[in-house]
C-alpha cells in the first residue's frame, strides 16, 4: 500500500482522514523528541505557549471530541474552564513531561477506540455537540492537531534550530 505522510493515498474517507490526523500526533511527537523537560515548558513566546502545553491541550481537545462528543461518555476536567480557561494549557509543577505524554498517547488510543465502529455519517448524541456529524469531528480535529503541530514547529525552532519531521 502506497502511503504519504503516514496515510495510504488510495483509501475510503475515513481510512485517509484517520491516516492524516495519525501523521500529525505523529508529527507533534516528533518535534517534541530530544528536548529536555525544560525545553519542552520553555516558551518563546507572548502567548506562554510551550511546546508541552501544545500536547496537554490535545489530550485534552482529543479527549473532549472523541471520547466525550463522539463516544457520548464524558469526563471531569482536573480544572474550572469557567475560572481557568488556560488549564489545559498550562504545565504545573508536579507534572512531568513523561505524563503529560502518556496522557496524550492514551487519549489518542481512547479516540482510535470510539472511531473503530463510527461511522462518517453518524451523529453526536451528547448534548453540548448533539446534531455534529463524526465526519466534521474528524475533519475537525485534523485541522486542530495540524495547526498545533505547525506551531509546534515554530517553537521548536525557536528552542534549537531544528525544523521538520523528516516525513
Not at 63 to 85: H, K
Not at 94 to 99: F, G, M, N
Not at 107 to 130: C, G, N, T
Amino acid at each position: 500500500m502506497k502511503t504519504r505522510y503516514g496515510a495510504p493515498v488510495v483509501a475510503d474517507e475515513k481510512t485517509t482522514l484517520e491516516g492524516m490526523l495519525d501523521h500529525y500526533r505523529a508529527t507533534l511527537l516528533e518535534i517534541c523528541s530530544g528536548l529536555s523537560d525544560e525545553e519542552l515548558r520553555r516558551s518563546s513566546v507572548p502567548s506562554g505557549t510551550s511546546l508541552l502545553g501544545i500536547i496537554k491541550h490535545l489530550s485534552f481537545v482529543e479527549r473532549g471530541w472523541f471520547q466525550e462528543n463522539v463516544g457520548n461518555e464524558p469526563y471531569e476536567l482536573p480544572f474550572d474552564p469557567e475560572t481557568d480557561p488556560d488549564g489545559d494549557w498550562r504545565i504545573e509543577d508536579d507534572e512531568t513531561a513523561e505524563e503529560v505524554f502518556a496522557m496524550y498517547r492514551a487519549a489518542i488510543e481512547k479516540s482510535r477506540q470510539v472511531m473503530s465502529d463510527r461511522s462518517l455519517d453518524d451523529l453526536v448524541e451528547f448534548p453540548r455537540r448533539r446534531g455534529y456529524s463524526v465526519r466534521w469531528i474528524l475533519a475537525h480535529m485534523l485541522e486542530e492537531t495540524a495547526r498545533h503541530a505547525g506551531h509546534a514547529d515554530i517553537l521548536r525552532e525557536l528552542s534549537d534550530g531544528k525544523t521538520g519531521t523528516g516525513y
